[in-house]
């Protein structure tokens, strides 16, 4: 396994190209399995779990400021996210293929999975906003170890300590007085032992804020945001259970009830809600809004772009999208070329919903 991964991290675009090609070749598989849909979802799948493991060891090569591995010890909830993801259309199709019906039993299952190991990241991360299901990490872009160090606790970062006499150390007065400072310790450390002590001391004061860093809890984001922290909490965990919901009064009233889709699009409105409250309200009393990051932001944006989902889920679909786009088809089609380019994509829409009757958007 280790030589496979050095071998992906040294040919990094050499994996990429094949990863497009044959994410490219599987538009043709549903003509050689005509008979069965199980064989191009299955070879889709496994494509997808491939892609997900290569990106997951490229994700996690060492750098050169930190030649070790990140953190062997974490769990790789990104990777199994993806997995469950590239695996849930398989299960359906399998399930429907052998179950008929049943088959909400079985992608039930598949969402609980998804739903605890979303949990889990969600407590382990220190209840931080899941960026795209929880397959991108949450992490501050743009801030090296040297930065982090600086700000933590006020504490200055390596090469920022008063012996370089409050000079910038990138500028060449700084790195001079920065190397004069090294040399008249080292001097000192060969001719007095104590030093070596002294300077021991000053490094352990320096790096002992990072030590002390921890993951917040869910009992101090309660006492430090009070209400809006519990808001906040409350809204990524129906954002988190909303499909699994979805999927269990799917089984409960079948696919073609308006009730499931009423009260998905409910779970999503309030969950919403509550972020908006928590990241708009100002300060009231003890209470804290959040501050979003860039990423965050945009993962916001996307949650936005998937309500356009339950235009293509039933009934929505079969009662009012489906004659809209039946009704452009037809007006498109006297013109050249726009109509029938039209008319492809409306039966490659058609064609897809009809194939996927669930789309847990998450």
């Known amino acids: 396994m280790e030589a496979y991964k050095t071998w992906v991290r040294r040919n990094k675009d050499y994996v990429h190209s094949l990863e497009s090609l044959a994410n490219g070749l599987t538009w043709l ?11 191009p979802e299955a070879v889709t799948a496994i494509l997808g779990i491939v ?39 398989l299960v359906e199709v399998v399930a429907e293929y052998y179950y008929g019906d049943k088959k909400w039993n079985f992608i039930a299952v598949t969402e609980a999975i998804k739903v605890i190991v979303r949990l889990a990241l969600f407590r382990n991360s220190g209840y931080k906003m899941l960026l795209h299901g929880g397959e991108t990490p949450n992490v501050e872009k743009g801030s090296d170890d040297t930065s982090s160090q600086h700000r933590i606790g006020g504490f200055p970062g390596p090469g920022l300590l008063p012996n370089n006499h409050g000079q910038n150390p990138l500028t060449f007065e700084g790195r001079a007085l920065s190397a004069l400072s090294r040399f008249g310790e080292s001097a000192m450390a060969t001719s007095d032992p104590t030093w070596i002590r002294r300077i021991q001391q000053q490094h352990a004061i320096m790096e002992s804020p990072t030590s002390i860093i921890k993951r917040p809890t869910l009992s101090m984001i309660l006492s430090e945001k009070g209400v809006n922290g519990a808001l906040f909490v409350l809204g990524e965990i129906l954002f988190i259970t909303r499909p699994l919901i979805y999927v269990l009064f799917i089984r409960r009233y079948g696919i073609r ?9 409910s779970v999503d409105f309030i969950g919403f809600g509550f972020l908006s409250h928590v990241t708009k309200s100002g300060t009231v009393e003890r209470e804290q809004k959040f501050h979003l990051s860039a990423s965050e932001k945009d993962e916001v944006k996307r949650r936005k772009l ?53 789309m847990s958007g998450s």
């Open 306 to 358: 998937l309500w356009a989902l339950y235009l293509m889920r039933e009934p929505f679909f079969g009662k009012y999208t489906r004659q809209k786009l039946e009704g452009t088809e037809r007006l498109l089609e006297p013109v050249p070329l726009i109509g029938t380019l039209t008319g492809k994509i409306v039966e490659l829409i058609i064609g897809a919903q009809t194939r996927y009757t669930y």
């Open 29 to 39: 598989l549903p003509e050689r399995f005509s008979t069965s849909e199980i064989g």
């Open 257 to 265: 009830s308006w009730i499931p889709w009423v009260l998905s699009l």
């Open 51 to 89: 892609t997900a493991i290569n990106e997951h060891i490229i994700d996690t090569a060492p750098s050169e400021r930190h030649p070790g591995p990140a953190d062997p010890s974490s769990f790789p909830y990104g990777l199994c996210i993806s997995a469950l993801k590239d695996l849930e259309t």
